[in-house]
């Protein structure tokens, strides 16, 4: 079993050609530290906040170069039985559930707007040691432009409770595990301001002490600005694009503006 419900992000990784080069960067921006790399598993290499596991980082797999992203892994007490469900659902599976070691079982999916994501069942490894805090996850969103499809995969493919963001101009759902009231993930609809060339992705949220120095030190490494800093109810943000290419967002959560919005059953 997992210490996180069915369907709660546990763990993000992602995989860089420069791998110290990735180390040094978000060791400047997010504070991070890291592990040994594990050489019997492809050099997987975990990213340490304040000594608590929040990420990894790796090289690519032969034969899997190309620009990085990263994966956000959903909770699962029976990965086979998830991919099931994520078939019947209509997604598609990249990886078949693979046992790790005595690490878990893990599993790569592209539900059908696009967005790939994973699965991970613990076994000694349980997750993020650390969320919600600087330097650790903090929130996920699914960028689609065929909202029908992800919302509807995704209420069939895990036990999410799903309520939509009451704002006209904004096409955004946020999914929380049925039968509780804290949302766990988002979904945001793709518009014209992206690029038809940019696929649907899963947009990972890293918290940081403060947004502004973040983008800072973000920027003086090489990364692009996409968005923000921009303050919402929820706290300041800005998404950005690391050297390599990995989509991330940084948000402090503590500078906040607003009031929170409301939300209506979906």
């Known amino acids: 079993m997992t210490d996180f419900p069915e369907g709660t992000p546990c763990w993000a990784d992602a995989m860089f050609s420069d791998l110290e080069g990735a180390k040094s960067f978000y060791g400047d921006v997010l504070g991070w530290t890291f592990g040994e790399a594990a050489g019997e598993y492809g050099n997987y290499t975990q990213a340490y906040s304040d000594g608590k596991a929040v990420a990894a ?44 070691g005595e690490f878990g079982t893990m ?35 699914f ?32 999914f929380s595990i049925d039968g509780t009231s804290n949302p766990v993930l988002g979904r945001m609809r793709m518009g014209d301001e992206f690029p038809p060339t940019v696929p649907a992705y899963v947009n990972v949220y890293f918290a940081v002490d403060d947004c502004d120095v973040a983008v800072k030190k973000a920027g003086d490494r090489g990364a692009q600005l996409r968005f923000g800093p921009m303050t919402s109810p929820f706290g300041r943000f800005a998404a950005l694009t690391d050297p390599q290419g990995a989509n991330f967002t940084v948000i402090d959560m503590k500078t906040t503006e607003g009031g929170m919005p409301e939300l209506k059953d979906a």
């Open 143 to 174: 960028f689609t432009r065929d909202t029908a499809s992800t919302d509807g995969f995704l209420k069939e493919a895990f036990p999410y409770r799903a309520q939509q963001m009451a704002d006209e101009h904004v096409d955004f759902k946020v």
């Open 107 to 141: 599993l790569l999916a592209k539900e059908p707007g696009g967005a790939v994501f994973g699965v991970w069942q613990a076994g000694q490894h349980r997750g993020f040691e650390k969320r919600g805090e600087p330097g650790a996850y903090a929130w996920a969103e």
């Open 57 to 100: 980082v790796v090289p690519p797999m032969p034969g899997s170069e190309g620009q990085s992203a990263w994966c956000l892994y959903l909770a699962s007490p029976d990965a086979a039985a998830t991919a099931d469900k994520v078939k019947a659902a209509g997604g598609e599976l990249l990886m078949e559930p693979m046992q790790v």
